[in-house]
């Protein structure tokens, strides 16, 4: 099946620092969410964007959707320990009646002491 | 919080034995869904449902039933679990919006 290409992989910050990572697809999709996985835990929801071009925030968290709807950017800002864990990306193709998402591969946030 | 609970939280089974693993939901949410997460793999959708005794199958549904007689669950099984079958396994259902997914806290399943 599809998977959405995440990047980068693992990300090595220091506590305060800024923090970008991307999704991109082959395919088009008509939304985009955001996930943070803690370790023994479901991913939980942060950001979801509904149209082409949208910014939208949660905190210090700032996601974007793409203009050509094939990828999805999610910023931290003033990064904390909290911060901790796998962000995940998903895409919804949107076909009527299909509910169903594709999913990344993730990316490993990890703050250096 | 979505009103998950996944049942059990943990298990260990032989490979050969039935297993299986239940989600319910407080929210009469309609569509539910059944994952697995694997190391370099993701999230991959096993299974579906949309309704009572509504389902359909995922990208990596073989291997896997489910059943859904009432909204509140969503039954998963193995009806004899192999040992490509260790994972860690997510229900999610979908929310009022009917864009978002909401994720369960997980079943960690190990077939030795």
């Known amino acids: 099946g599809q998977q959405l290409n995440q990047s980068p992989q693992s990300m090595f910050i220091q506590e305060g620092e800024d923090v970008s990572m991307n999704c991109t697809s082959s395919?088009?999709?008509?939304?985009w969410l955001w996930y943070k996985q803690d370790p023994g835990e479901g991913p939980v929801l942060l950001i979801a964007?509904?149209?082409?071009?949208e910014l939208t925030s949660n905190g210090r968290l700032t996601a974007q959707f793409g203009i050509t709807r094939k990828d999805s950017f999610l910023n931290i800002s003033a990064s904390i320990p909290s911060d901790v864990g796998i962000y995940f990306c998903?895409?919804?193709?949107?076909?009527?009646?299909?509910?169903?998402?594709?999913f990344g591969t993730g990316t490993r946030l990890t703050i250096i002491p | 919080d979505a009103g998950i609970t996944q049942s059990p939280r943990h298990k260990v089974t032989e490979t050969g034995t039935p297993v299986t693993l239940r989600c319910h939901q407080t929210e009469n949410h309609r569509y539910m869904y059944w994952y697995r997460q694997d190391p370099g793999h993701g999230l991959r959708l096993i299974h579906y449902?949309?309704?009572?005794?509504?389902?359909d199958k995922g990208e990596v549904s073989d291997g896997y039933s489910v059943s859904r007689s009432k909204t509140e669950d969503f039954l998963l099984t193995l009806e004899s679990a192999t040992s490509s079958q260790t994972s860690v396994y997510f229900c999610?259902?979908?929310?009022?919006?009917?864009?978002?997914?909401?994720f369960g806290p997980g079943t960690r399943l190990t077939v030795t």
């Open positions: 395919s088009i999709f008509n939304t």
């Open positions: 449902s949309y309704g009572v005794k509504d389902t």
């Open positions: 999610a259902i979908t929310g009022k919006s009917s864009y978002e997914q909401y």
């Open positions: 964007l509904y149209k082409a071009g």
């Open positions: 998903a895409g919804r193709l949107g076909i009527f009646g299909n509910e169903k998402l594709t």
